[in-house]
């Protein structure tokens, strides 16, 4: 069968790379795809935009394609997934009604508290007065979101009332992330230890995916403003079977239950981007209706189950445990972003020195783009350079050997990925 992934980053490299290696797949589209799906072997790019609803279905029906995955939020929020079932197609992606756990944030926290899933006290605003009357009643940090998608980077955490006052007025009168933030969510900052918990779903059961923890500050030691990721690494390293029966009982369960008795059952990937305290106790961040970007790179490294037929396996509501396994050996991303991200990006610089990876390493493209036998930049987040290794660690330095054999002038990246899960290890290995 032909599969199509709709999207151009660096979760749908890894989603065509995966996908092409199934052995009942014959050729994978990626639309539009990048300079790394383009070099792949039995990969195609295809020049139509994710928002292009009707364009992407009318090549699927043309090619007679038997599976679309969608990648990003934004086509799956907008109905891309309704659009391709009214016309017999088969995608895997959740509604448009599902995919609201992510297409809003007040949505989203409101169904929480419905079905008593445990996350951060809130209320949402409209009004830009009454939200900065709020603030006069909470306690500092406090999360500030836009509420609808923002990219990944619609979340400040204030420590002042001021830094908090002037997130609000950037969002809901500046129009910093446009209509977005035309709403926004003020919610109780929460302390603890991040981790992200994806799983498939099919809308009765859900199957878990290989934990992660991505790093989503700019800079090392978790400064400077907030990104889409400029890491992660899997399996998450707070994670034991306490915490994740704790995930499944407390969050995943309850979520996928709540959908299908509100009339949208969750078909497709749920992430949970969860904070953690101190007595390993999680607490719902937020929802996403896709697959994480970066933390993909190294879960996908680590599959060991045919991608394509677990997602088949989901739309036909017959998901099954076996259908997943994994490696055992750790894997670690490394983001080398555009010089300016998040605010900005330097595009058509050249890349180099990719040829010069191999091993157990993958570099996953995400801002790239083709011209002759040149890769270029094009985007924030350039490249995840993922690496598998018996330890963390040497997951770690595999990574970071990759990375100093990639030549651009234009990137940077963080050097401490991983370093909370390197820190356990050190520990775990001298108590030996």
Known sequence: MDVLIIGGGGREHALAWKSAQSPEVGKVYVAPGNAGTALEDRVKNVPLAPSDTEGLVEFARTRAVALTIVGPEAPLVAGITDAFEKVGLRCFGPS?????????????????????????????????????????????????????LAAGKGVTVARTRAEAAGALTGMM????????????????????EETSFIVISDGERAIPLASSQDHKARDDGDAGPNTGGMGAYSPSSIMDDTLHDRIMRRVIEPAIAGMREEGAPYRGFLYAGLMVDADGNPEVLEFNCRLGDPETQPILMRLKGDLPAMCDMALSQRLRTDAVSWDPRPAVGVVMASSGYPEGTTRDRAINGLERVDGTVK??????????????????RVLCVTALGDSVTRARDEAYRAVAAVDCDALF???DIAYRALAREATAVAGQ
């Open 96 to 148: 448009a009604q599902a995919a609201m756990l992510e297409g809003s944030k007040n949505f989203s926290k409101a169904f929480m508290r419905r079905h008593g899933i445990p996350t951060a006290d809130y209320e949402s605003f409209t009004e830009l007065d009454a939200a900065l009357d709020y603030l006069e009643t909470r306690n500092f940090p406090i999360v500030v979101k836009a509420d609808g």
């Open 173 to 192: 009168s500046g129009g910093k992330f446009g209509a977005a933030g035309q709403r926004v969510v003020i919610e109780d900052f929460i302390d603890g």
């Open 363 to 380: 570099v996953f493209h995400a801002g790239t783009r083709q011209e002759g036998d040149e890769v270029l930049t094009n985007g924030g």
């Open 413 to 415: 990246y963080r050097t």
